[in-house]
Protein backbone atom coordinates (compact mmCIF):
# COMPACT_ATOMS: atom_id res chain seq x y z
CA UNK A 1 0.00 0.00 0.00
CA UNK A 2 1.33 3.04 -0.71
CA UNK A 3 1.97 5.65 2.07
CA UNK A 4 -0.77 8.01 0.72
CA UNK A 5 -3.47 4.70 0.95
CA UNK A 6 -2.13 4.26 4.76
CA UNK A 7 -2.32 7.99 5.72
CA UNK A 8 -5.91 7.49 4.68
CA UNK A 9 -6.50 4.45 5.92
CA UNK A 10 -5.57 5.43 9.26
CA UNK A 11 -7.28 8.77 9.23
CA UNK A 12 -10.71 6.29 8.47
CA UNK A 13 -10.06 4.43 11.06
CA UNK A 14 -9.57 7.05 13.74
CA UNK A 15 -12.57 9.07 12.41
CA UNK A 16 -14.68 5.50 12.52
CA UNK A 17 -13.14 5.10 16.11
CA UNK A 18 -14.56 9.17 17.37
CA UNK A 19 -18.16 8.50 15.61
CA UNK A 20 -18.08 4.82 17.46
CA UNK A 21 -16.80 6.96 20.63
CA UNK A 22 -20.01 10.00 19.99
CA UNK A 23 -22.13 7.20 19.69
CA UNK A 24 -21.59 5.53 22.80
CA UNK A 25 -21.89 8.68 24.64
CA UNK A 26 -25.53 9.65 22.48
CA UNK A 27 -27.01 5.92 23.32
CA UNK A 28 -25.25 6.08 27.18
CA UNK A 29 -26.80 9.76 27.75
CA UNK A 30 -30.65 8.33 26.74
CA UNK A 31 -30.21 5.04 28.30
CA UNK A 32 -32.09 5.22 31.58
CA UNK A 33 -30.36 2.82 33.32
CA UNK A 34 -27.02 3.99 33.00
CA UNK A 35 -28.81 7.65 33.71
CA UNK A 36 -30.17 6.52 36.64
CA UNK A 37 -26.59 5.52 37.69
CA UNK A 38 -24.99 8.44 36.71
CA UNK A 39 -27.63 10.66 39.01
CA UNK A 40 -27.08 7.88 42.15
CA UNK A 41 -22.90 8.27 41.77
CA UNK A 42 -23.95 12.18 43.45
CA UNK A 43 -25.56 10.88 46.29
CA UNK A 44 -23.46 10.61 49.47
CA UNK A 45 -22.37 6.85 50.20
CA UNK A 46 -23.54 8.31 54.21
CA UNK A 47 -26.82 8.67 52.95
CA UNK A 48 -29.70 7.03 55.61
CA UNK A 49 -32.29 7.18 53.07
CA UNK A 50 -32.09 7.14 49.00
CA UNK A 51 -35.94 8.22 47.25
CA UNK A 52 -35.63 7.60 43.28
CA UNK A 53 -38.67 8.60 40.78
CA UNK A 54 -38.67 8.21 37.00
CA UNK A 55 -41.41 9.95 36.45
CA UNK A 56 -40.81 9.98 32.45
CA UNK A 57 -41.11 6.21 32.87
CA UNK A 58 -44.39 6.76 35.11
CA UNK A 59 -46.11 9.11 32.37
CA UNK A 60 -46.24 6.38 29.91
CA UNK A 61 -48.31 4.00 32.37
CA UNK A 62 -52.44 4.08 32.23
CA UNK A 63 -52.05 4.14 35.95
CA UNK A 64 -50.38 7.46 36.52
CA UNK A 65 -53.23 9.55 34.63
CA UNK A 66 -55.49 7.22 36.74
CA UNK A 67 -53.43 8.79 40.12
CA UNK A 68 -54.07 11.87 38.81
CA UNK A 69 -57.72 11.89 38.39
CA UNK A 70 -57.88 9.93 41.85
CA UNK A 71 -55.76 12.50 43.95
CA UNK A 72 -57.02 15.78 44.88
CA UNK A 73 -56.05 19.22 43.01
CA UNK A 74 -54.96 21.90 45.68
CA UNK A 75 -54.40 25.51 44.08
CA UNK A 76 -50.80 25.90 43.98
CA UNK A 77 -49.48 28.32 46.24
CA UNK A 78 -48.56 31.73 45.37
CA UNK A 79 -44.85 31.07 45.55
CA UNK A 80 -45.23 28.16 43.19
CA UNK A 81 -47.34 29.57 40.43
CA UNK A 82 -45.04 32.99 40.40
CA UNK A 83 -42.19 29.86 40.13
CA UNK A 84 -43.65 28.84 37.15
CA UNK A 85 -44.47 32.02 35.53
CA UNK A 86 -40.90 33.21 36.01
CA UNK A 87 -39.09 30.04 34.84
CA UNK A 88 -41.58 28.34 32.68
CA UNK A 89 -41.21 25.16 34.57
CA UNK A 90 -44.30 22.59 35.48
CA UNK A 91 -42.82 19.99 37.35
CA UNK A 92 -45.70 17.80 35.94
CA UNK A 93 -44.73 18.69 32.42
CA UNK A 94 -41.28 18.95 32.70
CA UNK A 95 -39.60 16.92 35.79
CA UNK A 96 -38.19 13.37 34.01
CA UNK A 97 -36.06 11.95 36.81
CA UNK A 98 -35.77 12.54 41.15
CA UNK A 99 -32.80 11.32 43.43
CA UNK A 100 -33.07 12.67 47.01
CA UNK A 101 -30.67 11.13 49.72
CA UNK A 102 -30.83 12.29 53.10
CA UNK A 103 -28.44 11.94 55.88
CA UNK A 104 -28.85 11.75 59.44
CA UNK A 105 -25.58 13.48 61.84
CA UNK A 106 -26.34 14.10 65.16
CA UNK A 107 -29.54 15.46 65.55
CA UNK A 108 -30.00 17.58 62.43
CA UNK A 109 -30.02 15.84 58.97
CA UNK A 110 -29.14 17.49 55.90
CA UNK A 111 -30.77 16.52 52.00
CA UNK A 112 -29.78 16.48 48.52
CA UNK A 113 -31.56 16.63 45.53
CA UNK A 114 -31.18 15.65 42.10
CA UNK A 115 -33.27 16.32 39.51
CA UNK A 116 -33.22 15.91 35.51
CA UNK A 117 -35.73 17.72 33.00
CA UNK A 118 -36.13 20.53 30.91
CA UNK A 119 -35.09 23.68 32.37
CA UNK A 120 -34.23 26.95 30.95
CA UNK A 121 -31.34 27.44 32.30
CA UNK A 122 -31.35 31.58 31.60
CA UNK A 123 -34.81 32.29 33.32
CA UNK A 124 -34.06 29.75 36.27
CA UNK A 125 -30.94 31.32 37.20
CA UNK A 126 -32.32 35.19 36.69
CA UNK A 127 -35.00 33.67 38.95
CA UNK A 128 -32.39 32.43 41.69
CA UNK A 129 -30.81 35.69 41.31
CA UNK A 130 -33.32 37.76 42.81
CA UNK A 131 -33.74 36.07 45.89
CA UNK A 132 -30.01 35.24 46.73
CA UNK A 133 -26.31 35.64 45.80
CA UNK A 134 -24.18 33.38 43.23
CA UNK A 135 -21.19 32.09 44.24
CA UNK A 136 -17.60 29.97 42.32
CA UNK A 137 -17.29 27.27 43.54
CA UNK A 138 -15.41 24.21 42.05
CA UNK A 139 -16.11 26.25 39.03
CA UNK A 140 -19.48 25.93 39.32
CA UNK A 141 -22.11 28.68 40.47
CA UNK A 142 -24.04 27.71 43.46
CA UNK A 143 -27.08 30.19 43.98
CA UNK A 144 -28.25 30.54 47.78
CA UNK A 145 -31.84 31.23 48.83
CA UNK A 146 -33.74 30.85 52.12
CA UNK A 147 -37.25 29.95 51.15
CA UNK A 148 -40.05 32.07 52.58
CA UNK A 149 -40.78 31.56 56.29
CA UNK A 150 -38.07 29.67 56.34
CA UNK A 151 -34.71 30.20 58.82
CA UNK A 152 -32.77 27.39 56.56
CA UNK A 153 -30.50 28.63 53.61
CA UNK A 154 -30.57 26.02 50.48
CA UNK A 155 -28.17 26.20 47.78
CA UNK A 156 -28.55 24.66 44.08
CA UNK A 157 -26.55 24.72 41.10
CA UNK A 158 -26.73 23.43 37.59
CA UNK A 159 -24.78 19.92 37.38
CA UNK A 160 -25.27 20.17 33.43
CA UNK A 161 -28.47 21.66 31.32
CA UNK A 162 -30.48 19.24 32.21
CA UNK A 163 -29.71 18.44 35.38
CA UNK A 164 -30.00 20.55 38.73
CA UNK A 165 -28.85 19.89 42.38
CA UNK A 166 -30.08 21.22 45.46
CA UNK A 167 -29.14 20.88 48.91
CA UNK A 168 -29.72 22.37 52.91
CA UNK A 169 -26.63 21.48 53.77
CA UNK A 170 -24.44 24.51 54.48
CA UNK A 171 -21.28 23.33 53.52
CA UNK A 172 -22.80 22.35 50.41
CA UNK A 173 -19.27 19.85 50.10
CA UNK A 174 -21.80 17.47 47.95
CA UNK A 175 -23.29 19.69 45.58
CA UNK A 176 -20.30 21.01 44.25
CA UNK A 177 -17.99 17.15 44.47
CA UNK A 178 -17.49 15.59 41.29
CA UNK A 179 -19.84 12.93 40.30
CA UNK A 180 -18.16 9.19 41.67
CA UNK A 181 -18.24 6.60 39.03
CA UNK A 182 -20.39 4.60 41.27
CA UNK A 183 -21.61 4.20 44.68
CA UNK A 184 -20.16 2.60 47.51
CA UNK A 185 -20.41 -1.14 46.85
CA UNK A 186 -23.36 -1.65 49.50
CA UNK A 187 -25.66 0.72 48.09
CA UNK A 188 -24.21 -0.44 44.31
CA UNK A 189 -25.64 -3.60 45.11
CA UNK A 190 -29.34 -2.43 46.29
CA UNK A 191 -29.44 -0.16 43.29
CA UNK A 192 -28.79 -3.12 41.04
CA UNK A 193 -31.39 -4.96 42.83
CA UNK A 194 -33.92 -2.15 42.28
CA UNK A 195 -33.24 -1.53 38.75
CA UNK A 196 -36.22 -1.04 36.41
CA UNK A 197 -38.08 0.23 38.98
CA UNK A 198 -39.53 3.43 38.14
CA UNK A 199 -39.90 4.50 42.01
CA UNK A 200 -38.36 3.07 45.38
CA UNK A 201 -37.32 3.96 48.60
CA UNK A 202 -34.02 2.23 49.98
CA UNK A 203 -33.64 2.94 54.13
CA UNK A 204 -30.62 2.02 56.18
CA UNK A 205 -32.61 2.36 59.72
CA UNK A 206 -31.04 3.60 62.34
CA UNK A 207 -31.09 1.23 65.59
CA UNK A 208 -34.46 1.80 67.74
CA UNK A 209 -35.76 4.06 64.85
CA UNK A 210 -38.60 1.39 64.20
CA UNK A 211 -39.67 0.91 67.95
CA UNK A 212 -40.23 4.72 67.68
CA UNK A 213 -41.88 4.06 64.89
CA UNK A 214 -44.18 1.44 66.64
CA UNK A 215 -44.87 4.05 69.13
CA UNK A 216 -46.02 6.73 67.19
CA UNK A 217 -48.67 3.73 65.21
CA UNK A 218 -52.00 5.50 64.10
CA UNK A 219 -55.42 3.72 65.36
CA UNK A 220 -53.98 2.88 68.80
CA UNK A 221 -52.32 -0.04 66.93
CA UNK A 222 -49.30 -1.50 68.96
CA UNK A 223 -46.82 -4.64 68.11
CA UNK A 224 -44.02 -4.57 70.73
CA UNK A 225 -42.81 -7.60 68.57
CA UNK A 226 -43.25 -6.19 65.08
CA UNK A 227 -41.17 -3.19 66.33
CA UNK A 228 -38.37 -5.38 67.75
CA UNK A 229 -38.37 -7.73 64.47
CA UNK A 230 -38.21 -4.28 62.21
CA UNK A 231 -35.61 -2.92 64.74
CA UNK A 232 -32.82 -6.04 63.65
CA UNK A 233 -33.21 -5.28 60.02
CA UNK A 234 -30.04 -3.46 58.23
CA UNK A 235 -31.98 -2.05 55.17
CA UNK A 236 -35.64 -1.70 54.02
CA UNK A 237 -36.50 -1.05 50.43
CA UNK A 238 -39.81 -0.02 49.17
CA UNK A 239 -40.19 -0.37 45.42
CA UNK A 240 -43.26 0.19 42.92
CA UNK A 241 -44.11 -0.05 39.19
CA UNK A 242 -46.74 -0.12 37.15
CA UNK A 243 -48.50 -2.65 35.45
CA UNK A 244 -51.40 -2.06 33.24
CA UNK A 245 -53.59 0.07 35.22
CA UNK A 246 -52.21 -1.87 38.96
CA UNK A 247 -48.94 -0.34 40.58
CA UNK A 248 -47.11 -3.59 41.90
CA UNK A 249 -45.58 -2.41 45.38
CA UNK A 250 -42.86 -4.67 46.60
CA UNK A 251 -41.29 -4.31 50.29
CA UNK A 252 -38.36 -6.05 51.21
CA UNK A 253 -36.59 -5.90 54.47
CA UNK A 254 -32.79 -7.58 54.65
CA UNK A 255 -30.61 -8.85 57.50
CA UNK A 256 -28.41 -11.53 58.49
CA UNK A 257 -30.64 -13.77 60.49
CA UNK A 258 -32.17 -16.58 59.08
CA UNK A 259 -34.44 -16.30 62.71
CA UNK A 260 -34.99 -12.95 62.50
CA UNK A 261 -36.61 -13.40 58.60
CA UNK A 262 -38.10 -16.76 59.73
CA UNK A 263 -40.00 -14.94 62.20
CA UNK A 264 -41.01 -11.30 60.66
CA UNK A 265 -42.67 -14.01 57.86
CA UNK A 266 -44.21 -15.75 60.05
CA UNK A 267 -45.81 -12.36 61.53
CA UNK A 268 -46.51 -10.83 58.41
CA UNK A 269 -48.38 -13.97 57.03
CA UNK A 270 -50.30 -14.38 60.10
CA UNK A 271 -51.29 -10.49 59.78
CA UNK A 272 -52.56 -11.33 56.72
CA UNK A 273 -54.58 -14.45 57.94
CA UNK A 274 -56.09 -12.52 60.03
CA UNK A 275 -56.93 -9.21 57.97
CA UNK A 276 -58.84 -11.63 55.57
CA UNK A 277 -61.06 -13.21 58.30
CA UNK A 278 -61.29 -10.25 59.95
CA UNK A 279 -63.46 -8.82 56.49
CA UNK A 280 -64.73 -11.91 56.14
CA UNK A 281 -66.28 -11.58 59.79
CA UNK A 282 -70.63 -11.63 59.65
CA UNK A 283 -70.54 -7.74 61.96
CA UNK A 284 -67.41 -6.77 59.59
CA UNK A 285 -70.33 -6.99 56.38
CA UNK A 286 -72.77 -4.87 58.40
CA UNK A 287 -70.59 -2.10 59.25
CA UNK A 288 -67.74 -2.12 56.27
CA UNK A 289 -69.00 -0.70 52.53
CA UNK A 290 -68.97 -3.42 50.51
CA UNK A 291 -66.94 -2.05 47.72
CA UNK A 292 -64.57 -1.00 50.38
CA UNK A 293 -64.53 -4.09 52.06
CA UNK A 294 -63.82 -5.90 48.48
CA UNK A 295 -61.21 -3.73 47.43
CA UNK A 296 -59.46 -4.14 51.22
CA UNK A 297 -59.99 -8.19 50.19
CA UNK A 298 -58.42 -8.12 47.01
CA UNK A 299 -55.58 -5.85 48.13
CA UNK A 300 -54.75 -8.91 50.80
CA UNK A 301 -55.31 -11.49 48.14
CA UNK A 302 -53.05 -10.05 45.74
CA UNK A 303 -50.36 -10.14 49.04
CA UNK A 304 -47.90 -12.58 49.63
CA UNK A 305 -45.12 -13.16 51.81
CA UNK A 306 -41.40 -14.24 50.73
CA UNK A 307 -38.10 -15.04 52.21
CA UNK A 308 -35.39 -15.19 50.05
CA UNK A 309 -31.09 -15.94 51.00
CA UNK A 310 -29.04 -14.67 48.92
CA UNK A 311 -26.27 -16.43 50.94
CA UNK A 312 -24.60 -13.11 52.53
CA UNK A 313 -27.43 -11.85 53.77
CA UNK A 314 -31.34 -12.76 54.56
CA UNK A 315 -34.68 -10.79 53.33
CA UNK A 316 -38.78 -10.74 53.85
CA UNK A 317 -40.21 -9.52 51.15
CA UNK A 318 -44.38 -8.50 50.95
CA UNK A 319 -45.60 -8.13 48.01
CA UNK A 320 -49.37 -6.27 46.68
CA UNK A 321 -51.04 -4.95 44.28
CA UNK A 322 -52.92 -1.38 44.32
CA UNK A 323 -55.92 -1.75 42.17
CA UNK A 324 -58.14 1.14 40.45
CA UNK A 325 -61.04 -0.16 42.85
CA UNK A 326 -58.91 0.29 46.03
CA UNK A 327 -58.12 4.00 44.72
CA UNK A 328 -61.69 5.02 44.60
CA UNK A 329 -62.86 3.21 47.56
CA UNK A 330 -60.21 4.99 49.75
CA UNK A 331 -61.09 8.10 48.77
CA UNK A 332 -65.07 7.93 49.18
CA UNK A 333 -64.00 6.16 52.60
CA UNK A 334 -61.64 8.99 53.52
CA UNK A 335 -64.60 11.10 55.31
CA UNK A 336 -65.77 8.36 57.07
CA UNK A 337 -62.90 7.00 58.98
CA UNK A 338 -63.12 8.23 62.51
CA UNK A 339 -60.23 10.71 64.01
CA UNK A 340 -57.44 9.04 65.58
CA UNK A 341 -57.19 9.41 69.24
CA UNK A 342 -54.78 12.08 70.98
Sequence with gaps: MSK??????????????????????????????????????????????????????????????????????????EDYAQFVQATGFNYE??????????????????????????????????????????????????????????QHTSFFTFLREDRIGWTDDPSYASLVQQARSAASAEWSERFNRLA???????????????????????????????AALLDQLQWISIGARPEGNILRVVVDGECLSETTTRQLSDFLGGILILSQNGLNDPQTRKKLDPQLREAYLGLLQSANVQK???????????????????????????????????
Design 4 to 77: PKRILAALLVLALFFVAIWGYSRWRSRDPIAVRAEMLSHLPADANAVVFLDLAQFRSSPFLAQFFAWAPHPTPD
Design 93 to 150: RDLDRLAVAISRQSRTSTTLLVADGRFDRKKIEAYAARFGKPQLRNGQIVYSFALRGS
Design 308 to 342: IDRGTSKSVRLVFDVTPALLQTARAAAPQLAAPHP
Design 196 to 226: GTPLFALLRPESGSASTLAQQAPGGFRSPQL
